[in-house]
């Protein structure tokens, strides 16, 4: 979907690296559970890039960045191949997935009709700001603008993208510190190819009038 978080970094590595003219850029919402996105993914998810013919498909976001990075002229920029940094931004990519991802189903998943309960939601946040926040900020943009860089990379890919799902709940965000709010804007504005992705779900989100969107933290 290319409204949904998981889909920005993919997205914006393409539009970034002008891959275009090889990569169709397919709106797979409502497909996924179909037979013929089944046979090229079982875990039914999205984003998904399928190589065509017998070769199979990759899911899964960093995986998919980190392989149009390392396949692709001019992707060492969002990937350095310095060996050190490299294993730092993979190091954040799995702490997006592991510690920060999981936070955010209860906060904003209600903008797509799923069930998310307030206090999971409270829960996640106070985890948010009381755990990870703190290691973003205090460690990963210690010294840096971006996560252990001067440049964005695919790990500002991962991240950013998935604090919009805060908007959803208004009281939420207002309580994001405003090092964290600017980290989300400085990376997104280094996309500008990909605004219109990032404002789909930023519209989606900020839009929201339904149950629990005024809830407190």
Request: hydrophobic letters at 40%; glycine letters at 6%; proline letters at 6%.
């Amino acid at each position: 979907m290319t409204s949904a978080a998981n889909s920005h970094g993919p997205v914006a590595i393409v539009k970034h690296l002008k891959l275009e003219s090889k990569i169709e850029i397919v709106n797979a919402y409502g497909k996924t559970r179909t037979p013929e996105f089944l046979a090229i993914n079982p875990c039914h998810t999205a984003p998904t890039l399928e190589f065509g013919g017998d070769d199979g498909a990759i899911w899964e976001s960093c995986a998919i960045m980190r392989y149009l990075c390392v396949n692709n002229e001019g992707g060492e920029d969002l990937y350095p191949t310095d060996p050190k940094l490299r294993g730092r931004i993979d190091m954040v990519m799995d702490w997006r997935q592991t510690s920060l991802y999981p936070c955010f189903p209860d906060i904003g998943y209600l903008i797509f009709g799923m069930e998310c309960t307030d206090e999971g939601a409270k829960k996640s946040f106070a985890k948010l700001l009381d755990e990870h926040f703190p290691v973003l900020v205090d460690v990963f943009l210690k010294d840096t603008a971006f996560c252990f860089s001067d440049k964005p990379t695919i790990a500002d890919l991962a991240i950013a993208p998935t604090l919009t799902f805060l908007k959803a709940r208004k009281n939420f965000w207002e309580k994001v510190p405003e090092k964290v709010k600017d980290y989300y804007t400085r990376v997104l504005e280094a996309f500008p190819d990909t605004k219109e992705n990032f404002d789909m779900l930023d519209g989606m989100c900020t839009g929201f009038d339904g149950e629990g969107a005024d809830l407190s933290p």
